[in-house]
């Protein structure tokens, strides 16, 4: 249900154009105290051809203030973690459609703000500053085509990423569907206390809003552990779920490796009941690791006192929090070393 502060107006020259201030569009059925979008100034602008054949055809749209709110609904199923079960948000593509009576062929929409309300009270809503935004092709009951270019807050780093957005679901937006490809550029870990390195990320992913499956690479040639040693080069391939209403994901699973030594991870990252932040649970078992990989990264020794195949099969918690990621960590699992080698023969006898 759109509404206008004040009246648009409208002009034949040099083409049809009609330029509108605060135009806002709620659910007609909803009563939340936010419109689903609020627009600050819109110029829309087509052709006389059009004009004169009373065609339903806008040539090009530009939006200026552009907010997208959307409110906490949308289905709910089970899944379990390794800790316990944690409710996800259904996969299903929704039923409805916005049926729109005209077709844009573009929309330039540069500062947009979506921001995206949690089911669970409490919780802060999630919000993504889109710095560049293009679309194209909105029209009835089709996807569009979208680029856009935003700043991840944490870590901070660009995001770029071109896809397809819809048919939009106008009863449950949550469930409107979304696919496309990303790149993550140059996020500074070292906003998380105990780690530091520069990630890059690449990858694909499909959906709807709540529940975004993503396939991808991750690179950070310097990772370090910050009270441990000098950096090492750590390449992961992944296949997760993502929330992309509250963040929330499942990690099915990640395959970490560095120098010559590999881990495969599966678990999440996701909020607990009755805690402030979010806690890493993980499964994580290797059988191609080198215990001199484990304690260059630890400890920072080039040279190791111990050399040896490790065969380690472990659970890792992170709780939230500010301290340091060695101070939280928790594991509960087995550690075998064989073959193992003592590489002095000083060592050999504070063995013995």
Known sequence: ??????????????????????????????????????????????????????????????????????????????????????????????????????????????????????????????????????????????AMSFDARLTNAKPPGLIASAGRFGPWQRDDPRATPVSGQYSFANADLSVFTGISGTLASTGNYSGVLQHIEVAGETDTPNFALKRGGPPVHLHTKFHSIVNGTDGDTLLEPVDASFLHSEFICRGGVVHQPGAPGKTVALDAVTTNARMEDILRLVTGDTKPVLTGDVDFRTKILIPPGHEDVLDKLRLDGTFAISEARFTSEKEIGRAH
């Open 1 to 142: 249900m759109p509404t206008f502060t004040s009246v648009p107006e409208l002009s034949l020259y040099p083409v049809p154009t009609a330029i509108g201030e605060d135009l806002v569009i709620s659910h007609k059925s909803w009563t939340d105290p936010h419109p689903l979008i609020r627009i600050k100034r819109f110029r829309a602008s087509t052709d006389y051809r059009t004009l004169v054949d009373r065609r339903n055809h806008v040539d090009l749209v530009r939006l200026e203030g552009l907010e997208i709110h959307i409110p906490p609904r949308g289905h709910a199923s089970t899944v379990d973690t390794p800790e316990d079960s944690h409710e996800v948000a259904s996969g299903e593509v929704g039923h409805d459609q916005t049926r729109l009576k005209f077709l844009i062929e573009k929309i330039i929409a540069d500062g947009t703000l979506l921001e995206i309300e949690p089911k669970v009270e409490g919780r802060d809503p999630l919000q993504f500053d889109i710095e560049k935004l293009t679309l194209r092709s909105v029209g009835p009951g089709q």
